[in-house]
């Protein structure tokens, strides 16, 4: 089922989407550059598959198309596999580890140890530790001697007795349950602090907005960056959701270019942002554009970012001009705001400007070495 989805991907075509569905040759020319971008493409599969508000499975507007092509492989057959199509998202759910950053996520609450997001970075949940370390028989011991205490008041009350709510089907305290209250008890009477010098530190609720946005990135760094060999067998995606919300301009580009190293250690970075100033700042990585269509619904620009001048202008005279300009305007005066704010604060960093794509890939390849040994950072721009 797999292979055979996969192998109807390389060939779909605009006719075989849904006549109501108006995205069908902008999705063809994605797929395209997917299979075009992706080196050794016969090791991957390309499998359109998502979940449902109400919690199904489905693969969308290629579910017309997909039947076909498995009803000619499996003629016996009358629909797709709901079973299998289970079986294959949970095993993508396996190979892959999502770890999203919600703009409304404090650093007070991502800093939590029992925090979902923080477990995985940590590579180890809390619940792991605390039962290796409570024994099954230390959880029996702890009910038998609360219903003993139980018992013994009842007796002295005479007209009284604990019950269990109508509601609950427990009656005894589980593993889990004496997990979450001794991780509450600990983590109450601790929160973390940003270390100033050797003997002072700063509780980070008191840092300011952007720097709790900085706080977040670093912590998530410095995690992934230990963890990276322990990740091997996994698909790491980390995604942030405006990683520039309440930073001084100033402090963009030094934010954006920590987010493009993670991509050292795990497989995939994404993240959401109005800062243009990535697009020219950024080394590698593909950037899309939403904005309002001409008819009902979205329109979804791809462009590759280490030629996305180029692209910008293609896809600027392909679409009769329909793409604002402003998306190489807005980008070069946002980074270069950050420049000059950036070169007039208390570190400021040098910077070498190219004339063009070509200057820059030659001038990182021969600054390679000083890039790799950590001389220089790798922040050449075009």
Aim: glycine fraction near 4%; charge should be negative; aromatic fraction near 10%.
């Amino acid at each position: 089922m797999v292979s055979l989805v996969d192998d109807a991907v390389k060939v779909l075509q605009a006719s075989n989407f849904p006549s109501r569905f108006t995205g069908a040759q902008e999705t063809v020319v994605h797929f395209e550059r997917l299979n075009s971008s992706i080196e050794n493409r016969e090791d991957y599969f390309l499998i359109p598959l998502g979940i449902t508000l109400k919690n199904k499975k489905s693969v969308g507007v290629f579910e017309g198309y997909l039947k076909q092509k498995y009803l000619e492989d499996k003629p016996g057959e009358s629909d797709l596999p709901v079973d299998l199509l289970n079986s294959i998202f949970l095993k993508i759910l396996e190979i892959y580890r999502y770890i999203y950053i919600p703009r409304e996520l404090s650093v007070e609450e991502f800093t939590r140890l029992h925090n979902r997001q923080f477990e995985f970075l940590m590579g180890r949940s809390l619940q792991q530790t605390l039962t290796e370390t409570i024994s099954g028989a230390t959880v029996r011991r702890i009910n038998d001697s609360l219903d003993g205490i139980v018992q013994e008041l009842e007796q002295d009350l005479e007209s009284y007795i604990y019950k269990t709510n109508s509601d609950v089907r427990q009656t005894k305290l589980k593993r889990v349950d004496i997990n979450n209250l001794i991780i509450e008890a600990y983590f109450n009477i601790r929160s973390m602090h940003l270390k100033v010098d050797d003997s002072t530190s700063m509780a980070i609720t008191k840092l300011s907005s952007g720097e709790k946005q900085k706080a977040i990135l670093d912590i998530a760094n410095s995690l992934l960056r230990k963890n990276h060999e322990n990740n091997q067998d996994k698909y790491v995606i980390f995604g942030f959701d405006e990683p520039e919300s309440s930073l001084h301009i100033s402090a963009c580009f030094d934010m954006f270019q920590s987010l493009y190293e993670t991509t050292q250690y795990c497989s995939q970075v994404l993240f959401t942002t109005h800062w243009y100033g990535y697009i020219p700042s950024v080394i590698r990585g593909n950037t899309v554009i939403m904005g309002k269509g001409s008819e009902v619904g979205h329109k979804f620009d791809f462009i590759n970012i280490v030629k996305y001048r180029e692209d910008t202008r293609i896809m600027s005279n392909q679409s009769r001009n329909q793409l604002p300009f402003s998306v190489q305007l807005k980008s070069i005066n946002d980074l270069v705001q950050a420049i000059i704010y950036g070169s007039m604060s208390e570190n400021p960093f040098n910077w070498l400007i190219c004339e063009g794509s070509s200057e820059k890939i030659y001038l990182s390849d021969f600054l390679s070495e000083l890039v790799e040994s950590g001389f220089v950072a790798q922040r050449f721009k075009n």
